[in-house]
């Protein structure tokens, strides 16, 4: 099992910047080979895909909204994934959830991750 815990939410301006984090506890990324993922939903749309990296940092893939302004990065000593986020925009506001799936390459796929997290709330101001 893998217990995925989000933290750097919160309110911040439009063109500002936000870094999101996601420890794991229980399996630990890099012994398990663990690809993931970040997503986010907003109020009454779906899920949406936002950048995914594989076990050991060497692919990354982004979602065409946030390419270039994201970057998803990874330290496996400190079992933790990060989502850096730059010049934010209002449509970027969601709850942003980190998953983890039982495989070592990256996934823009939700169904393809097993664990998440509880989600962050990302806000942004105009």
């Known amino acids: 099992q893998v217990q995925l815990v989000e933290s750097g939410g919160g309110l911040v301006q439009a063109g500002g910047s936000l870094r999101l984090s996601c420890a794991a506890s229980?399996?630990?990324?890099?012994?398990?080979?663990?690809?993931v993922g970040w997503f986010r939903q907003a109020p009454g749309l779906e899920r949406e895909f936002v950048a995914t990296?594989?076990?050991?940092?060497?692919?990354?893939y982004y979602g065409d909204s946030v390419k270039g302004r994201f970057t998803i990065s990874r330290d496996n000593a400190k079992n933790t994934v990060y989502l850096q986020m730059n010049s934010l925009k209002p449509e970027d506001a969601a709850v942003y959830y980190c998953?983890?799936?039982?495989?070592?390459?990256?996934?823009?796929?939700?169904?393809?991750?097993?664990?998440w997290g509880q989600g962050a709330q990302v806000a942004v101001s105009s």
């Open positions: 990296i594989n076990w050991n940092g060497g692919t990354t």
């Open positions: 998953a983890a799936r039982a495989a070592a390459g990256a996934s823009t796929v939700g169904s393809d991750y097993g664990y």
């Open positions: 229980g399996r630990t990324f890099s012994r398990n080979f663990l690809g």
